[in-house]
């Protein structure tokens, strides 16, 4: 009767250390434009890895998509979703025209000069909206060095800037449709010894009729590189003259961080390990009356 007893109480601790690791995600930034209001600038809050407040209608750093303009909020509190992602919260961004805005990373930044590290860039896409990173050089001036996204012509994108950019309207699952939300997973690598110091971008493209890779996959749709030396610090959208949406912005160091699978909400997980505790009980006294009934 111990043994048995012990067996589930390891499988109630189990399932406890299963949710504690399942029900929460480690984010370098996450933005879900959880905002009252139909215009994004001056909105800010306790969103994770951003400082200050948004500003919109400004001109990007050197290397930037995007025409001047303001940028809008849906403001009907619904989000672009993926069913192989965890809830959306809050509205999205949602334009017409161009647009562009701008907001500052809060503890941490993208240096492209410091070799060897990894980020992985996650948001989902609706139409033409260019997610770029811009920051200082050693020469003081800004540029922009890394982005991903759907530009003007209907492609995905990803990559540094200009020419050091990758572009196709095809992918794994089929070809662009303005219709469709996109998840979009963006993989950078900084001054890759592998790459002759090279910084490398990669990304894979999800619409709403595939399963997410559980695991970062062997092969992408698009990737690029370039070699920089920019310390991106600053987060840009841009946009030209389409319609876009974008919404639920994620970086983090490894794939997991930035595509949380859909899994039980918390109350689930607590409801099924207090009815194993409750059934414990009842599974030792089963035992004993079988015991004596021996």
Excluded at 146 to 162: E, H, R, Y
Aim: glycine letters at 10%.
């Amino acid at each position: 009767m111990q043994s048995k007893t012990f067996i589930c109480l390891e499988t109630i601790v189990v399932l406890l250390a299963f949710c504690t690791t399942v029900c929460q995600a480690e984010l370098l930034l996450y933005e879900p434009f959880s905002y009252s209001g139909t215009s994004l600038d001056g909105q800010g809050g306790s969103e994770l890895g951003l400082t200050g407040t948004w500003d919109d209608n400004v001109s990007g750093a050197s290397g930037a998509v995007g025409t001047a303009g303001p940028v809008s909020l849906s403001n009907d509190d619904t989000s672009l979703s993926h069913p192989g992602l965890i809830a959306s919260l809050g509205a999205r961004v949602a334009d017409t025209g161009a647009g562009t805005a701008r907001r500052s990373l809060d503890g941490f930044s993208i240096n492209l000069a410091t070799g060897g590290q990894t980020y992985y860039i996650s948001a989902l896409f609706r139409g033409e909206t260019l997610l770029q990173f811009e920051g200082p050089h050693t020469d003081n001036v800004n540029y922009t060095r890394a982005m991903t996204g759907i530009n003007s012509s209907g492609q995905f994108l990803v990559g540094s800037f200009g020419t050091s950019t990758s572009t196709s309207s095809t992918y794994s699952g089929g070809t662009y449709s303005s219709d469709e939300t996109y998840l979009l997973v963006a993989r950078i690598q900084t001054n890759m010894a592998s790459a002759d110091g090279k910084d490398t971008f990669a990304l894979k493209v999800y619409d709403t009729s595939m399963a997410i890779d559980s695991a970062e996959p062997a092969s992408f749709d698009l990737q690029a590189t370039n070699a920089s030396s920019v310390d991106l610090t600053r987060m840009f959208l841009g946009r030209t003259d389409d319609n876009g949406e974008i919404d639920e912005i994620r970086i983090g160091t490894t794939w997991n961080d930035v595509t949380p699978q859909t899994i039980p909400e918390p109350s689930t997980w607590l409801l099924l390990v207090v009815g194993a505790v409750g059934l414990l009980p009842v599974a030792i006294r089963r035992r004993h009356l079988l015991s004596i009934r021996r």
